[in-house]
């Protein structure tokens, strides 16, 4: 339960901890159907190679031994997708996504590419899972946790649905330490992206709250402590484009 008065931040707004959820679903409700095209103009490409990253490091089995991945806050299917490309036949993935919207665009995709029987599409949300315990053999979620009102319920979730030697990989953005980068990733970010949101999807709004969000996140050591706290082991982190992202990594042992 909330306590009164408990707040936590939208992009740099403080708001209401029980309004987070309805701010952020409303965010990509609107975006929802140019999402993956606002990532691509916005990295300029480079989320398709930190996503492949991700999938190196999940590593699905090739051959037929089950395994069941869990892909949170992955609503247009995109890690499943690569996932699913990947593995053998006995890989199968559920995309859990609190925005129905979101889901919507995943299953089209899906049915496009004919992986609509390997990839599943479920409603949900990250800090209270509608799945038993030790249901999955991985868990994934890429750029996404940030987004989650409370991120030590979604963690404490991952470890409780995963099935002891299982992964937790999360793709975050984090925080940009090279000197030049960093001016010049602010000003991109905040001069540039939400312009550019507002051209292609018509919504800046939306977009200035995720380049907000970006700034909110905990940076990798603290991150890295808080899966820590949930449960995991072997926890370990590593940097991508100058430090633009962070690969974070946790098993339940």
Known sequence: MDRPGETTHFGFRDVPLGDKQTLVNDVFRSVASRYDLMNDLMS???HRVWKDIMITALDP???????ALL????????ISFRAANAA???FHATVCDINTDMLAVGRERAAKRHLDTRVDFVEGNAEALGFA??????????????NVPRIDLALREAYRVLRP??????LEFSTVEMPGLDKLYDFFSFKVTPPLGRMVTGDAESYQYLVESIRKFPKPATFADMIREAGFSRVSWQTLSGGIV????GWRL
């Open 44 to 46: 300029g490409g480079l």
């Open 61 to 67: 089995p090739k051959g037929e031994r089950p395994f």
């Open 71 to 78: 892909d949170v806050a992955g609503g247009t299917g995109d």
């Open 88 to 90: 053998g036949p006995g």
């Open 133 to 146: 315990d030790r249901s999955f053999d991985a868990y994934t979620i890429a750029f996404g946790i940030r």
């Open 165 to 170: 030697g299982s992964r937790f990989l999360c």
């Open 246 to 249: 962070a690969l974070h990594s």
